[in-house]
């Protein structure tokens, strides 16, 4: 099946939320944790009628989250998407999603000696691999 604009853009974007995987997962494992809650006006209100087990509750709500469980099946994709790149996709891979400056895939060619076209096509390439642990394709 051939990946189209947009979804080649989509796994982009992928991999660059890969490369911050373990940050977004901790931001929303707190968020899980501690849930923003108005103020209670009621000071010393009535007792609450169910015993609650915070450690049992807080399990749950995360193996529920959506958002938590799409980004811990990326860190798994990704995992496995990289163990599977040969070591020139896997430096194209660190140029443009690990490098702290911002090499578009033009630069990454000229870095590489390789064309235009041929830069593409390696991009092709390395999204494919994780379009296939995905099952996109």
Known sequence: MELSKKRLAALEEDFE?????????????????????????????????????PQESITLKKDADKQLNRLLSLRRQGDRAINRMNDEQLSIFSMRFKADDYY???????????????????????????AKEQGIC
């Open 104 to 130: 578009d895939w033009d630069i990454i060619g000229d870095l590489t000696h390789n064309s235009h076209s041929q830069i593409y096509r390696k991009r092709y390439k390395i999204l494919e691999l994780l």
């Open 17 to 53: 939320d890969y490369c911050q995987i373990d940050r977004l997962i901790a931001i929303r494992s707190l968020e899980i944790e501690h849930p923003w809650r108005e103020s209670d006006g009621n000071i010393g209100g009535g007792r609450a009628s169910v015993i609650t087990k």
